[in-house]
């Protein structure tokens, strides 16, 4: 007994784990939330001796449990002898708020299934390509790691830009300082652009 005094709270269904829960001989009152039919786990429940009203929610682990974890309240319903009268069907909308939420679940289940499925179907497209493409992939490497033309592209591209600063220069009477730049890989080049041009 822990003389606790309330309501249950309406979102214990969220504990889905629970497989064990003894709340008997405590000052509890209201209906048990519809919310509680989905503890699945659930496998000992005991609420005897408070003072809970209204219809047992249903489910199939409520109703496989013995009917004296109900007893000295005024519930109804099975696993109860007591039949429930009209008065003590759930409110309206909570039995439709339960299948909303039910699925909600589904849904959100499907989207994580979907998202899971379209990304390892991607990943493994595009793994595969490149695996089982050797050409096209010893192409790209052969590109890649070719000194010779990385060199030749940079030596033409420096000598292009050192041609026209050497125009400008001569337009503008530019006063430039002894330079050097790097061609390719291991290669130097060096500039001297003060008035008389070397290269």
């Not at 000992?44 to 004296?68: A, E």
Request: net charge negative; charged share 15%.
């Amino acid at each position: 007994m822990n003389r606790l005094i309330g309501q249950i709270h309406s979102k214990i269904g969220d504990m889905g784990l629970l497989e064990s829960l003894d709340l008997s001989r405590n000052q509890l009152s209201g209906q048990l939330p519809p919310s509680i039919a989905s503890l699945s786990f659930l496998s000992h429940l005991n609420l005897s001796y408070n003072n809970l009203s209204g219809r047992i929610p249903t489910s199939t682990q409520l109703q496989s449990l013995d009917g004296s974890s109900f007893i000295v309240n005024q519930l109804c319903g099975p696993p109860l002898a007591q039949n429930c009268s009209e008065s003590d069907r759930m409110p309206p909308g909570v039995e439709e708020e339960e299948e909303d939420r039910e699925g909600n679940l589904l849904e959100q289940s499907g989207f994580h299934l979907s998202l899971g499925l379209g990304f390892a179907i991607g990943f493994w497209t595009v793994l595969g390509s490149l695996l089982f493409n050797m050409p096209w992939s010893i192409n790209i490497q052969g590109f890649m790691w070719d000194e010779e033309k990385v060199n030749a592209e940079l030596q033409r591209y420096m000598i292009g830009t050192f041609h026209n600063t050497k125009n400008m220069c001569k337009t503008h009477d530019c006063n430039l300082r002894m330079g050097a730049f790097t061609l390719g890989v291991n290669r130097v080049a060096r500039a001297t652009l003060l008035r008389g041009w070397e290269a």
